[in-house]
């Protein structure tokens, strides 16, 4: 939203860094790609600069994780974004490394 009310003020978008979260309702490839289209129609933009993916849980495991990091890839690298994650414990940072494709920061 605030991206939206800076670019109705006149101010560039280039001086505005967008970022979204996927959390735990929006988790699993389809899902993610959904939400972040959504997102992007809503405020009228064309890409994030970060996504950050969240840690789901027990009704939410690796495959829907790893899917949400999926789709977070494939709408960021289009924009030159990069993707992120939230609320991730050490056990799943360390199993769920190998499945991006850039290393995390």
């Not at 003020?9 to 309702?25: K, W």
């Not at 790609?33 to 890409?47: F, G, K, P, T």
């Not at 993707?83 to 490394?97: A, D, E, F, P």
Request: hydrophobic share 45%.
């Amino acid at each position: 939203a605030e991206a939206l009310q800076n670019r109705r003020l006149g101010n560039p978008g280039s001086d505005v860094f967008i970022s979204a979260e996927l959390a735990l309702p929006d988790l699993g490839y389809e899902k993610s790609v959904n939400a972040l289209q959504r997102m992007l129609e809503l405020l009228e933009i064309s890409h994030f600069d970060l996504v950050l993916v969240g840690a789901g849980d027990s009704g939410c495991g690796e495959v829907c994780v790893s899917g949400s990091l999926a789709a977070a890839e494939h709408i960021v690298v289009r924009g030159g974004g990069v993707v992120g994650v939230s609320g991730w414990s050490l056990l799943q940072l360390q199993r769920m490394t190998p499945l991006f494709r850039k290393p995390l920061r």
